[in-house]
T-cell receptor, first 113, second 115 residues
């Protein structure tokens, strides 16, 4: 049972463009939605996270948009750079914690120079 | 401050052989996790420790996998015997635990290849 569904599996964007990755979830008890970034040969690292009491959170070029009624959230990367090329995972958990994080399947993002 | 340290980074073994992975979490992090990451997939939780107690091992295949966290610091994950399907990256992560927010700090992983 896949609790968090992520799309697309892979994405190619030109430098300076906007990268958009989407996730959908089923469990309405989820209340913490982080995005992790993983470079080849490295472990995932927290990029940005949101709680369902807000519809958007922005940190630099990275923005999470959250739609509670649709049970969807997305990551937007503005002015995408070659250094953003990585695999991105959405995740979700209950009680704002890391204890039961459920990850999506990942999106491999490539930014062409 | 040092991050989560894992070893070995790479391990190649024949099927039916045993293998062990070691993890040293970030100092002060009470919660330690072992995740399995198959190629092209997201991490999946195997086991979670709060200090030295395994509080969630529901996803750990206990017939061949075992883990321990002696003294509530370092942890070891063992597979015996290994099967072809165990080829994957084994990620260790730690967090502050308790009521803190959910940031996981991952190590670089141990990549296992079973031949």
């Amino acid at each position: 049972q896949q609790q968090v569904k992520q799309s697309p599996q892979s994405l190619i964007v030109q430098k300076g463009g906007i990268s958009i990755i989407n996730c959908a979830y089923e469990n309405t008890a989820f209340d913490y939605f982080p995005w992790y970034q993983q470079f080849p040969g490295k472990g995932p690292a927290l990029l940005i996270a949101i709680r369902p009491d807000v519809s958007e959170k922005k940190e630099g070029r990275f923005t999470i948009s959250f739609n509670k009624s649709a049970k969807q959230f997305s990551l937007h990367i503005m002015d995408s750079q070659p250094g953003d090329s990585a695999t991105y995972f959405c995740a979700a958990s209950i009680n704002w914690g890391a204890q039961k994080l459920v990850f999506g399947q990942g999106t491999r993002l490539t930014i062409n120079p | 401050e040092a991050g989560v340290v894992q070893s070995p980074r790479y391990k190649i073994i024949e099927k039916k052989q045993p293998v062990a992975f070691w993890c040293n979490p970030i100092s002060g992090h009470n919660t330690l996790y072992w995740y399995l990451q198959n190629l092209g997939q997201g991490p999946e939780l195997l086991i979670r420790y709060e200090n030295e107690e395994a509080v969630d091992d529901s996803q750990l295949p206990k017939d061949r996998f075992s883990a321990e966290r002696l003294k509530g610091v370092d942890s070891t994950l063992k597979i015996q015997p290994a099967e072809l399907g165990d080829s994957a990256v084994y990620l260790c992560a730690s967090s502050l635990g308790g009521g803190n927010t959910g940031e996981l700090f991952f190590g670089e992983g141990s990549r296992l290849t079973v031949l």
